[in-house]
Nanobody, 124 residues
Framework: DVQLQASGGGLVQPGGSLRLSCAASGFTFDEYAIGWFRQAPGKEREGVSCTSDSSTYVAGSVKGRFTISTDNAKNTVYLQMNSLAPDDTAVYYC???????????????????WGQGTQVTVSS
């Protein structure tokens, strides 16, 4: 079975950093693209970043601050988040979907498998 486990969220002050991890099982990264999404209260889920064999995407709102990376040996995807701001407060999810040979997608509807989410709160 495909499973995704997101972790690493927490409370951080503005300007701080966090690294989120997404541990995957039941598939390898050469099968599916991986995306990071977030959902703030009262807002729609939005794509933050994604990666596949053929592409990497970072949303404009986080470009220059967030970096996605993969560790194939650990079957884990990371989201390094720097210079965090209160607007980054949300539940962050990792997801898998679309073949990894394709350009990865920032649309939640393109992903079939979802982790449980990890809360990130940026507040002083």
């Amino acid at each position: 079975d495909v499973q995704l486990q997101a972790s690493g969220g927490g409370l951080v002050q503005p300007g701080g950093s966090l690294r989120l991890s997404c541990a995957a099982s039941g598939f390898t990264f050469d099968e599916y693209a991986i995306g990071w999404f977030r959902q703030a209260p009262g807002k729609e889920r939005e794509g933050v970043s994604c990666t596949s064999d053929s592409s990497t995407y970072v949303a404009g709102s986080v470009k220059g601050r967030f970096t996605i990376s993969t560790d194939n040996a650990k079957n884990t995807v990371y989201l390094q988040m720097n210079s965090l701001a209160p607007d980054d407060t949300a539940v962050y999810y990792c997801a898998a979907g679309l073949p990894s040979s394709w350009i990865c997608s920032s649309r939640p509807r393109d992903y079939n498998y979802w982790g449980q989410g990890t809360q990130v709160t940026v507040s002083s």
